[in-house]
Nanobody, 123 residues
Framework: QVQLVESGGGLVQAGGSLRLSCVAS????????MGWFRRSPGKEREFVAA????????DYADTVKGRFTISRDNAKNSVYLQMNSLKPEDTAVYYC????????????????WGQGTQVTVSS
C-alpha cells in the first residue's frame, strides 16, 4: 500500500505562487507514476499533471502548461507541484495520486489518493 499526504495549499493573490508537496509512505513508491488532480465545487475531478516513476516524462493539462511544474524526488518519497502565475480559476482542492500502471490523465487509473489540500486564489 501507498499512503499519500499533501501539504502546501493556502490563500494567495492572483499572479502569486505556491508549491504543493506530497509525501508517500510505501515500499515501492519509486515504481509508481504520480499525478496531481484538482476539484472545484460543481466540477469533476480534473487532471493537472503527471510524472513518470523515474521523473523522465511529464504531462500537463493545457490549462496549466507554462505555469505549473511537476517534479519528484524518489529518495524523499515525494512529488511536488510548483504553481506560478496563479489564477482565480486555479482555486480547487488539489490531490496527489499514485498509479502503478504509468502516466495517465484518468483519475480512475490511480490507485492511491491523498486527502487533498485547498488552494484558493483571490482576484
Amino acid at each position: 500500500q501507498v499512503q499519500l499526504v499533501e501539504s502546501g495549499g493556502g490563500l494567495v493573490q492572483a499572479g502569486g505562487s505556491l508549491r504543493l508537496s506530497c509525501v508517500a509512505s510505501g515500499r515501492t513508491f519509486s515504481s509508481y507514476a504520480m499525478g496531481w488532480f484538482r476539484r472545484s465545487p460543481g466540477k469533476e475531478r480534473e487532471f493537472v499533471a503527471a510524472i513518470l516513476s523515474n521523473g523522465g516524462r511529464t504531462d500537463y493539462a493545457d490549462t496549466v502548461k507554462g505555469r505549473f511544474t511537476i517534479s519528484r524526488d524518489n529518495a524523499k518519497n515525494s512529488v511536488y507541484l510548483q504553481m506560478n502565475s496563479l489564477k482565480p480559476e486555479d482555486t480547487a482542492v488539489y490531490y496527489c495520486a499514485a498509479n502503478r500502471a504509468g502516466i495517465s490523465r484518468s483519475p480512475r487509473l490511480y490507485e492511491y489518493w491523498g486527502q487533498g489540500t485547498q488552494v484558493t486564489v483571490s482576484s
